[in-house]
């Protein structure tokens, strides 16, 4: 079905303009008959349809080009997954095979899985930077800190590798996050501690209860 799909797009294209109306249960007998002929192996009763088996695709594949681009980060990852191709450097290759041990590739997308949280849909530089805008100051940004803005990108399900790097560098370039960010009150030099001029010059004590009387 996937294939039928991806044509379907790939058709819509040559069309100017292109409407989809859904037909109800009730007016669509015949489609709603093969159906039931397709998910089991009971033959329908209720019409007579003529019926013909096909052994092949009906269709060609649509030629699709690859969901990364040559200088990407997924590059090496989306080529061992999908052909096991790994560099001729043997250091290389198994960092690159640890790494994509926490990947996999669904409808031809790569997706990153974590233990606690859903699959993250891996992104390239130019689609990360988008990301980062739209979620910082778009129409729902609230011009957020980089860890936050980071922990909002996670909750849109998006992930590349250096998130927290570019988080902190769209911060410090936003100009309403340095005019009108809360201001770091830190002291501008270290605190001068109070010594005291001779050993025991000062003396603290805690008033408590009385204590219990110790063995001997």
Known sequence: MQKYLKLTKHLAWEFDKLEFVRIPKDQNMAADEIVKMASSEEKPTNMEL????????SIEEVLTFSIQSVNSWMAPI??????GHLPH?????????????????????LYKRGFSMPYLKCVDEEEAKYILREVHEEICGDHAGPRSLVSKVIRTEYFWPTMQVDAVELVKRCDKCQRFGNVQRLPVEKM?????PWPFAQWGIDIV????????
């Open 78 to 83: 989306v080529s061992f997954l999908q052909d």
């Open 209 to 216: 209860d009385s204590l219990p009387l110790g063995k001997g």
């Open 50 to 57: 003529l019926t013909e088996i096909q052994k092949l695709p």
């Open 89 to 109: 450097d043997a250091l290389e290759a198994k960092r690159i095979k640890m790494r994509a041990a926490r990947f996999t590739i669904l409808n031809d997308i």
């Open 192 to 196: 001068t501690m109070i010594t005291s």
